[in-house]
């Protein structure tokens, strides 16, 4: 018996991007750990990547090409060699391209992995061949972008920086599912009595590791922060010197938000009630360091840009960048 240990990374497209550690016996992954000495990863990984190895060797896996044999929908698959399935698609590519031009072929793909490799292999292909060229916006371009029309391209913090925040907001991110190791900081700022927000427009198990749990209506996040920035301003919990040495268009802001997001409307645009929305607004103004984590579900609606934007500038007001 050869037992060996390989070291690898995950797989799947998460932001953690954990290092493994694979037990192999006589060549076949037996068991996959967290990577101790991985700084982010610090020896665990989460419940996809837990028994990964089954995963791997399991034999509902698909490992070999399929066709169709009948009506679609019926689920009626017969194997086919990789040459035929080769030979099908250029037969078919070439149909098309005969007929319409390359441009009626559009691959459509995103960051699947999020290794650089097979992130991006596939496109030297397509551009050779001239086909469409795909905007890549399926996942988080309009994040991106709210968060560069206010931050330009600088990064954000780190994420164990979170361990030295007096106040956490997971804003719009489950992050026991998809962000487990940031929790790891987050823990750290609770143990030293840092207060946990968490802002989403459902429940999920991440209710569990915060102290308070705020549902928001969908799409009503910058709302939400339009709220906040109405009542830091109407209450003087403002960092005035912040203000005038780092931010522009805060008087147009200003004249702005008074009139027009009073906790009244705000309560009705986001279902929470308005003393919940003065709570909020008196513990984020008095936090000596808070930290702001957001997800990327919020910037999927027809505002996302606009809603990551406007959070972004939230920390702009008390000087917490
Ligand atoms: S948290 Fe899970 S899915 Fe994400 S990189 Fe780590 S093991 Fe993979």
Redesign the pocket.
Request: aromatic fraction near 8%; charge should be neutral; hydrophobic fraction near 25%.
């Given at each position: 018996m050869v037992r060996k240990i390989r070291r690898s990374v995950?797989p799947?497209d998460?932001p953690?991007?954990?290092g493994l550690l694979v037990e192999v016996i006589d060549g076949r992954a037996v068991k996959v750990s967290g990577d101790p000495e991985h700084p982010f990863?610090r020896g665990t990984?989460?419940v996809?990547?837990n028994r990964y190895q089954d995963t791997v060797h399991s034999p509902h896996r698909l490992t070999h090409p399929l066709l169709r044999t009948v009506a679609k929908g019926s689920g009626e698959f017969r194997p086919i060699s990789w040459e035929e399935a080769i030979d099908r698609i250029i037969e078919r590519w070439q149909k098309i391209m005969d007929q319409y031009s390359s441009e009626a072929i559009l691959p459509y793909s995103y960051a699947g992995t999020m290794g650089l490799i097979q992130r991006n292999a596939g496109h030297p292909f397509f551009y050779r061949l001239g086909a469409s060229r795909l905007d890549r916006t399926i996942c988080s371009p309009a994040k991106e972008a709210g968060w560069k029309v206010v931050m330009g391209e600088t990064l954000a913090p780190h994420p164990d920086e979170v361990s030295e925040s007096d106040l956490v907001i997971l804003w719009g991110i489950n992050a026991v599912a998809t962000n487990?190791?940031f929790l790891h900081g987050v823990k750290k700022a609770r143990q030293k009595e840092a207060t946990i927000w968490y802002i989403d427009t459902y429940q999920t198990i991440t209710s569990s590791v915060v102290d308070q749990t705020y549902i928001v209506r969908p799409g009503s996040d910058g709302a939400l922060a339009l709220g906040l920035m109405h009542l830091l301003i109407r209450n003087d919990l403002i960092d005035h010197d912040f203000l005038t040495t780092h931010v522009q268009g805060f008087e147009e802001l200003k004249e702005k938000i008074l009139p027009d997001f009073p906790p009244e409307k705000v309560s009705s645009l986001t279902g929470l009630p308005r003393k919940t929305l003065e709570s909020m607004a008196r513990v984020y103004g008095t936090a000596q360091n808070p930290f702001i984590r957001i997800g990327s579900g919020l910037s999927r609606y027809g505002n996302g840009a606009m809603t990551i934007r406007t959070i972004v500038c939230l920390p702009a007001l008390v000087g917490a960048y």
């Open positions: 995950c799947y998460c953690d991007t954990c990863t990984l989460c996809k990547m487990i190791h």
